[in-house]
Nanobody, 125 residues
Framework: QVQLMESGGGSVQAGDSLSLSCVVS????????MGWFRQAPGKEREFVAA????????DYADSVKGRFTTSRDNAKNTVYLQMNSPKPEDTAVYSC??????????????????WGQGTQVTVSS
């Protein structure tokens, strides 16, 4: 059974930085493409970022491109989301997800097989 656990959420001021981590247990982490999604109250879940199995390929939503960076450490079974210059509109519950079947990154939540519980990020102005 694959389990994902996010950490690092909290409350920050706009313009500060925040780093999220997601530790994956079970299976072979290096064979999973990983994604980050977020959901704000009353809104649909939306794609934030994704990273390929090797970490060489990344993809970002236009709303976070240039501000957020995702990376992974396969030796630590961990994927990261570095959030620089966050804005109040980035406030949401952030979840990581594992795609066990495909090598490439995807922004389609239906492609992901396992999900973490999520961590709250609140950005105040």
């Amino acid at each position: 059974q694959v389990q994902l656990m996010e950490s690092g959420g909290g409350s920050v001021q706009a313009g500060d930085s925040l780093s999220l981590s997601c530790v994956v247990s079970g299976g072979t982490f290096s064979s999973y493409a990983m994604g980050w999604f977020r959901q704000a109250p009353g809104k649909e879940r939306e794609f934030v970022a994704a990273v390929s199995r090797s970490g060489r390929v990344t993809d970002y939503a236009d709303s976070v491109k240039g501000r957020f960076t995702t990376s992974r450490d396969n030796a630590k079974n961990t994927v990261y989301l570095q959030m620089n210059s966050p804005k109040p509109e980035d406030t949401a519950v952030y979840s990581c997800a594992a795609d066990l079947r495909y090598y490439s990154t995807t922004n389609d939540p239906n492609r992901y097989d396992y999900w973490g519980q999520g961590t709250q990020v609140t950005v105040s102005s």
